[in-house]
């Protein structure tokens, strides 16, 4: 079938989706947490799951809508700073998961990107600033924890 609006659409043009696209990050303090968070997204939902570890004996199977991937980021298989030697910290995997997939999936700007981030407060802190003050999404885009 024609569809005029996709006559001018070329590889050089940029497609802009509209639709909602979801970043949900946990660690293992908040697993149950992140089940409830994915059980209530719509089925058709889109996006990209990061969850931190600290042992591979921690990943388990996560019921999510069929278009969300998830990503198991075990810290006792990553290093920590580097140059340091040091061994990952909690919430470093996850926050250095969110900046590469903010800087690739949110290249033009945060569009109508939601973000459900759980777990420690490390985590929790950098992957919020990281989203509202460097990728400029809105405060309310951003659900997380308050720890007041």
Not at 15 to 29: G, M, P
Not at 82 to 108: I, N, Y
Request: hydrophobic share 45%.
């Amino acid at each position: 079938m024609y569809r005029p609006d996709h006559a001018a659409h070329t590889a050089d043009t940029a497609h802009h989706d509209d639709r909602v696209q979801f970043l949900v990050v946990a660690d293992e303090t908040s697993l149950a947490e992140v089940e409830a968070e994915l059980a209530l997204l719509p089925l058709c939902a889109r996006g990209r799951v990061f969850v931190e570890v600290g042992e591979p004996s921690q990943v388990s199977a996560l019921a999510t809508p069929i278009r969300m991937t998830v990503t198991w980021l075990v810290r006792s298989r990553r290093s920590g700073r580097p140059g340091t030697g040091e061994r990952c910290a909690p919430g470093e995997a996850a926050l250095r998961a969110v900046r590469a997939w903010s800087a690739e999936m949110l290249c033009d700007g945060p569009g109508a990107t939601r973000a459900i981030v759980t777990g420690g407060f490390d985590l929790v802190a950098g992957v919020g600033e990281h989203l509202r003050d460097t990728v400029g999404m809105a405060p309310e885009a951003v659900t997380a924890p308050s720890f007041g």
